[in-house]
């Protein structure tokens, strides 16, 4: 055998490391809380395996991990400088340390340079904006509001109307309640659910900048209206209008006694409306489910005109892996993404739609007129706090619904945590 | 053999090995984690040197004290009920079952093998309210004593008892199994002597089995209380702490605190304390046994 002949094989065998170093060069992971194969992770992966056809280098592969170990997870990446290009991220105290050691990118500028910033709704943004000091570090894949959705059904037979005040709200839930019909739905087990009540009440109390002005320290939480909140939303608790068991209670069964007709209302956010077109799992109809914003407080300041608003969980860029080959692949999956969302998931996003769905899902359509009357929006309770003062926040808050602690020393508790 | 030990090559060959590899796995990490004590921060923000100010901060943190008391009662209380009933089932395998233990000996160290995680999602069943009653509750309901139907894992006070029950139902059988072979060890002719002496029940079991069972008994409330000072899996299964804190041992804070809110100096302050009190525990026990 020459040289030469003993050269032939090996040159395949060069050729495929070649073609494998080439498609390792560049993959695009995206970590996600999510299942592969729901929500924002299904949309991104679709569009990233499309891509893929075409860029046989820009590899996508998906990484999942429990939103528990989530921050233990990216501190260990990122210690190794071993972040993926995509990544969820649900704390912003990280999410500005990852921003400041470089690991996670400035959007606003990336975007601008990719000539796709017109793709971004200026809503959404400004969102972000207002959660992460000023600058957009995260992707807004979606575009939610949060409020009581209802069950008309349940609402009709027993002559009741939308409420516009707490006071209305607590009228109605008594009177389903003396007729053996559970008022409301809430995970316990999730334990936000029930913060986001006292969020909102306090939104309506003090005004959609309530909790900005808490981290600006120009109000407390231990101010009246902050006790109020919490003592409106441990009444609740007491008087038993969430169902036996409430901490027992975990996110999906909470949403079925909703969708089962075993509830008449549940306070969450639009990104439930995947369960609530899921007609398997809906048994009461889409037809029959309304949304009626956080009611006004008595002596508030707030307005039934702000909704609380959020971008789903905060997806950031790794900045040490954004070159070229992951510019071009933010331009593919990004500018299709809006569209691609609504039309196969009825999923509000923070990007511009070009292609609206001739047949929308009708509680998407809701969802989107009443985003199109939205005055302010708020953040969510916690938004601003740090990772311990949430813990604190969302751990007493199953406590304060079962009156092992009083409004007083929640708000406390919290207060201390601040610090 | 005498002439073996004292070669210092002997010895470096023999046991320098195994020494290097203690010094690298154990206690390497433990003199880093000491070092951590003295520091705040994080990976990504980097580390700085702050003194005591974490031992300081244990002595005003409520959270902590909280934890170390949910700790302590535990312990006390799943090491005594373990301890307690496997003494009780290891003297009906010897005295009453004798050669037909065989099948509940193996029945009652079932839950042992049994992963943790698959034992609290039984218990979680067994005291489930919504969506559906769990076994006790449809128990107490089917009895028309619907007052007491309750969320047994949503209210701290009753959860704090679930997990004893739980904890102690799991282990029972391996102590069970342990002190068994200790009394396999007593001597019959002892036995024997003592019941021609007129003892018998009680009175046998006060005056010779448990004097001879001593170092087991010392020896498995040792592994009980070490055990369940480090509780975390059982807990985090079946409450994740909670309702609130209300269930939420050391282990879990010190977890928290260090990869939940990244404050992994603090984090490591409480796992010295978690440390020195297992340490202390033990001397104890091994104090007072020595007294006896």
């Known amino acids: 055998m020459t040289k030469r002949t003993a050269a032939l094989p090996v040159l395949p065998i060069l050729s495929a490391l ?27 992966g679709e569009l990233a395996r499309e891509y893929q056809k075409t860029n046989p280098a820009a590899a996508y592969t998906y990484q999942n991990s429990p939103q528990t170990d989530l921050a233990q997870k990216l501190q260990l990446l990122a210690a190794s400088s071993s972040l993926p290009a995509v990544y969820n991220v649900d704390q912003p105290a990280l999410l500005d340390q990852l921003y400041r050691s470089g690991q996670a990118a400035d959007l606003e500028a990336t975007f601008k340079k990719l000539g796709i910033y017109n793709t971004l709704n200026p809503a959404a943004v400004a969102l972000i904006k207002r959660q992460n000091g000023g600058k957009l570090v995260t992707l807004p894949l979606e575009l939610n509001i949060e409020g009581f959705w209802y069950n008309k059904a349940i609402f009709t037979a027993n ?55 808490v981290k600006a320290g120009t109000l407390k939480l231990t101010d009246p209206g902050f006790v109020e909140a919490a003592k409106a939303v441990q009444d609740l608790g007491k008087k038993n209008y969430f169902g036996k068991g409430v901490n027992t209670v975990d996110y999906a069964t909470a949403v079925d006694q909703f969708l089962q007709g075993k509830a008449a209302m549940i ?93 929308l899902p009708v509680l998407t359509s809701l969802t989107q007129a009443k985003l199109r009357a939205v005055k302010n929006g708020y953040l969510w309770f916690e938004a601003n706090f740090s990772p311990k003062a949430t813990s604190v926040a969302t751990d007493n808050a199953q406590l304060l619904v079962t009156g092992d602690i009083t409004p007083q020393d929640y708000m406390s508790k919290l207060q201390d945590a601040l610090k | 053999m005498e002439r ?16 290097l590899l203690f010094i690298v796995i154990l206690v390497i990490p433990i003199v880093w984690s000491l070092g951590y004590t003295l520091t705040e921060g994080s990976v990504i923000a980097g580390f700085h040197f702050v003194g ?31 301890v307690f009933f496997g003494l009780m089932l290891a003297l009906l395998y010897s005295f009453y079952l004798k050669r037909s233990s065989v099948l509940v000996r193996t029945l009652v160290f079932l839950p042992v093998v049994l992963p943790t995680v698959a034992v609290a999602q039984l218990f979680v069943k067994l005291f489930a309210i919504t969506p559906q009653y769990g076994f006790l509750n449809s128990f107490l309901h089917a009895v028309h004593l619907d007052a007491l139907v309750q969320p047994w894992l949503g209210q701290g006070g009753s959860a704090f008892w679930v997990i004893v029950l739980m904890d102690v139902w799991k282990a029972m059988g391996l102590y069970a199994v342990l002190l068994y072979t200790g009394l396999m060890d007593i001597p019959e002719d002892t036995l024997e002597a003592a019941r021609l002496d007129g003892a018998h029940g009680w009175k046998l079991t006060q005056f010779i089995i448990l004097p001879l069972l001593t170092p087991v008994i010392v020896t498995s409330l040792i592994f009980s209380l070490n055990g369940t000072l480090k509780v975390f899996d059982s807990v985090l299964a079946l409450t994740g702490g909670g309702p609130g804190t209300s269930t939420t041992p050391l282990t879990l804070y010190m977890y928290k605190t260090s990869f939940s809110y990244s404050q992994y100096g603090y984090g490591s302050t409480i796992a010295v304390a978690l440390t020195l009190l297992c340490l202390i525990v033990s001397l104890i026990i091994i104090r007072r046994s020595r007294e006896d």
């Open chain 1, 267 to 359: 306070y969450m956010g639009s990104w439930v409306l995947s369960d609530f077109n899921d007609a398997a799992r809906n048994k009461i109809g889409t037809q029959n489910i309304g949304l009626f914003n956080f009611p006004a407080v008595t002596g508030g300041k707030g307005s039934t005109n702000d909704w609380s608003l959020n971008t789903g969980i905060s997806t950031a860029v790794n900045q040490k892996l954004n070159d070229a080959d992951l510019g071009n692949w933010i331009k593919y999956v990004f500018t299709r993404y809006g569209n691609k969302a609504l039309a196969e998931s009825g999923m509000i996003t923070g990007f511009t739609v070009t292609q609206t769905p001739k047949n």
């Open chain 1, 159 to 213: 002559g009741l109307k939308e409420p516009r005040t707490w006071a209305e709200l607590i009228k109605d839930a008594d009177a389903l309640n003396a007729k053996g019909i559970q008022p409301f739905a809430a995970s316990g087990d999730q334990k936000w659910p029930l913060t986001r009540l006292i969020g909102g009440y306090a939104a309506r109390k003090y005004g959609y900048d309530v909790m900005d002005r």
């Open chain 2, 52 to 82: 005591l100010s974490n031992y300081a901060r244990l002595f005003q943190d409520s959270a902590f004290w909280s934890a170390l008391w949910f700790s302590v009662k535990y312990a006390a209380l799943v090491s005594a009920g373990q």
């Open chain 2, 4 to 19: 073996t030990l004292r070669d210092w090559r002997a010895i470096t060959i023999f046991v320098g090995p195994a020494l």
């Open chain 1, 18 to 44: 070649l073609a494998l170093s080439t498609a390792l060069a560049a993959p695009v992971t995206f970590l996600s809380v999510q299942n592969e194969d729901q929500g924002a992770t299904k949309i991104i």
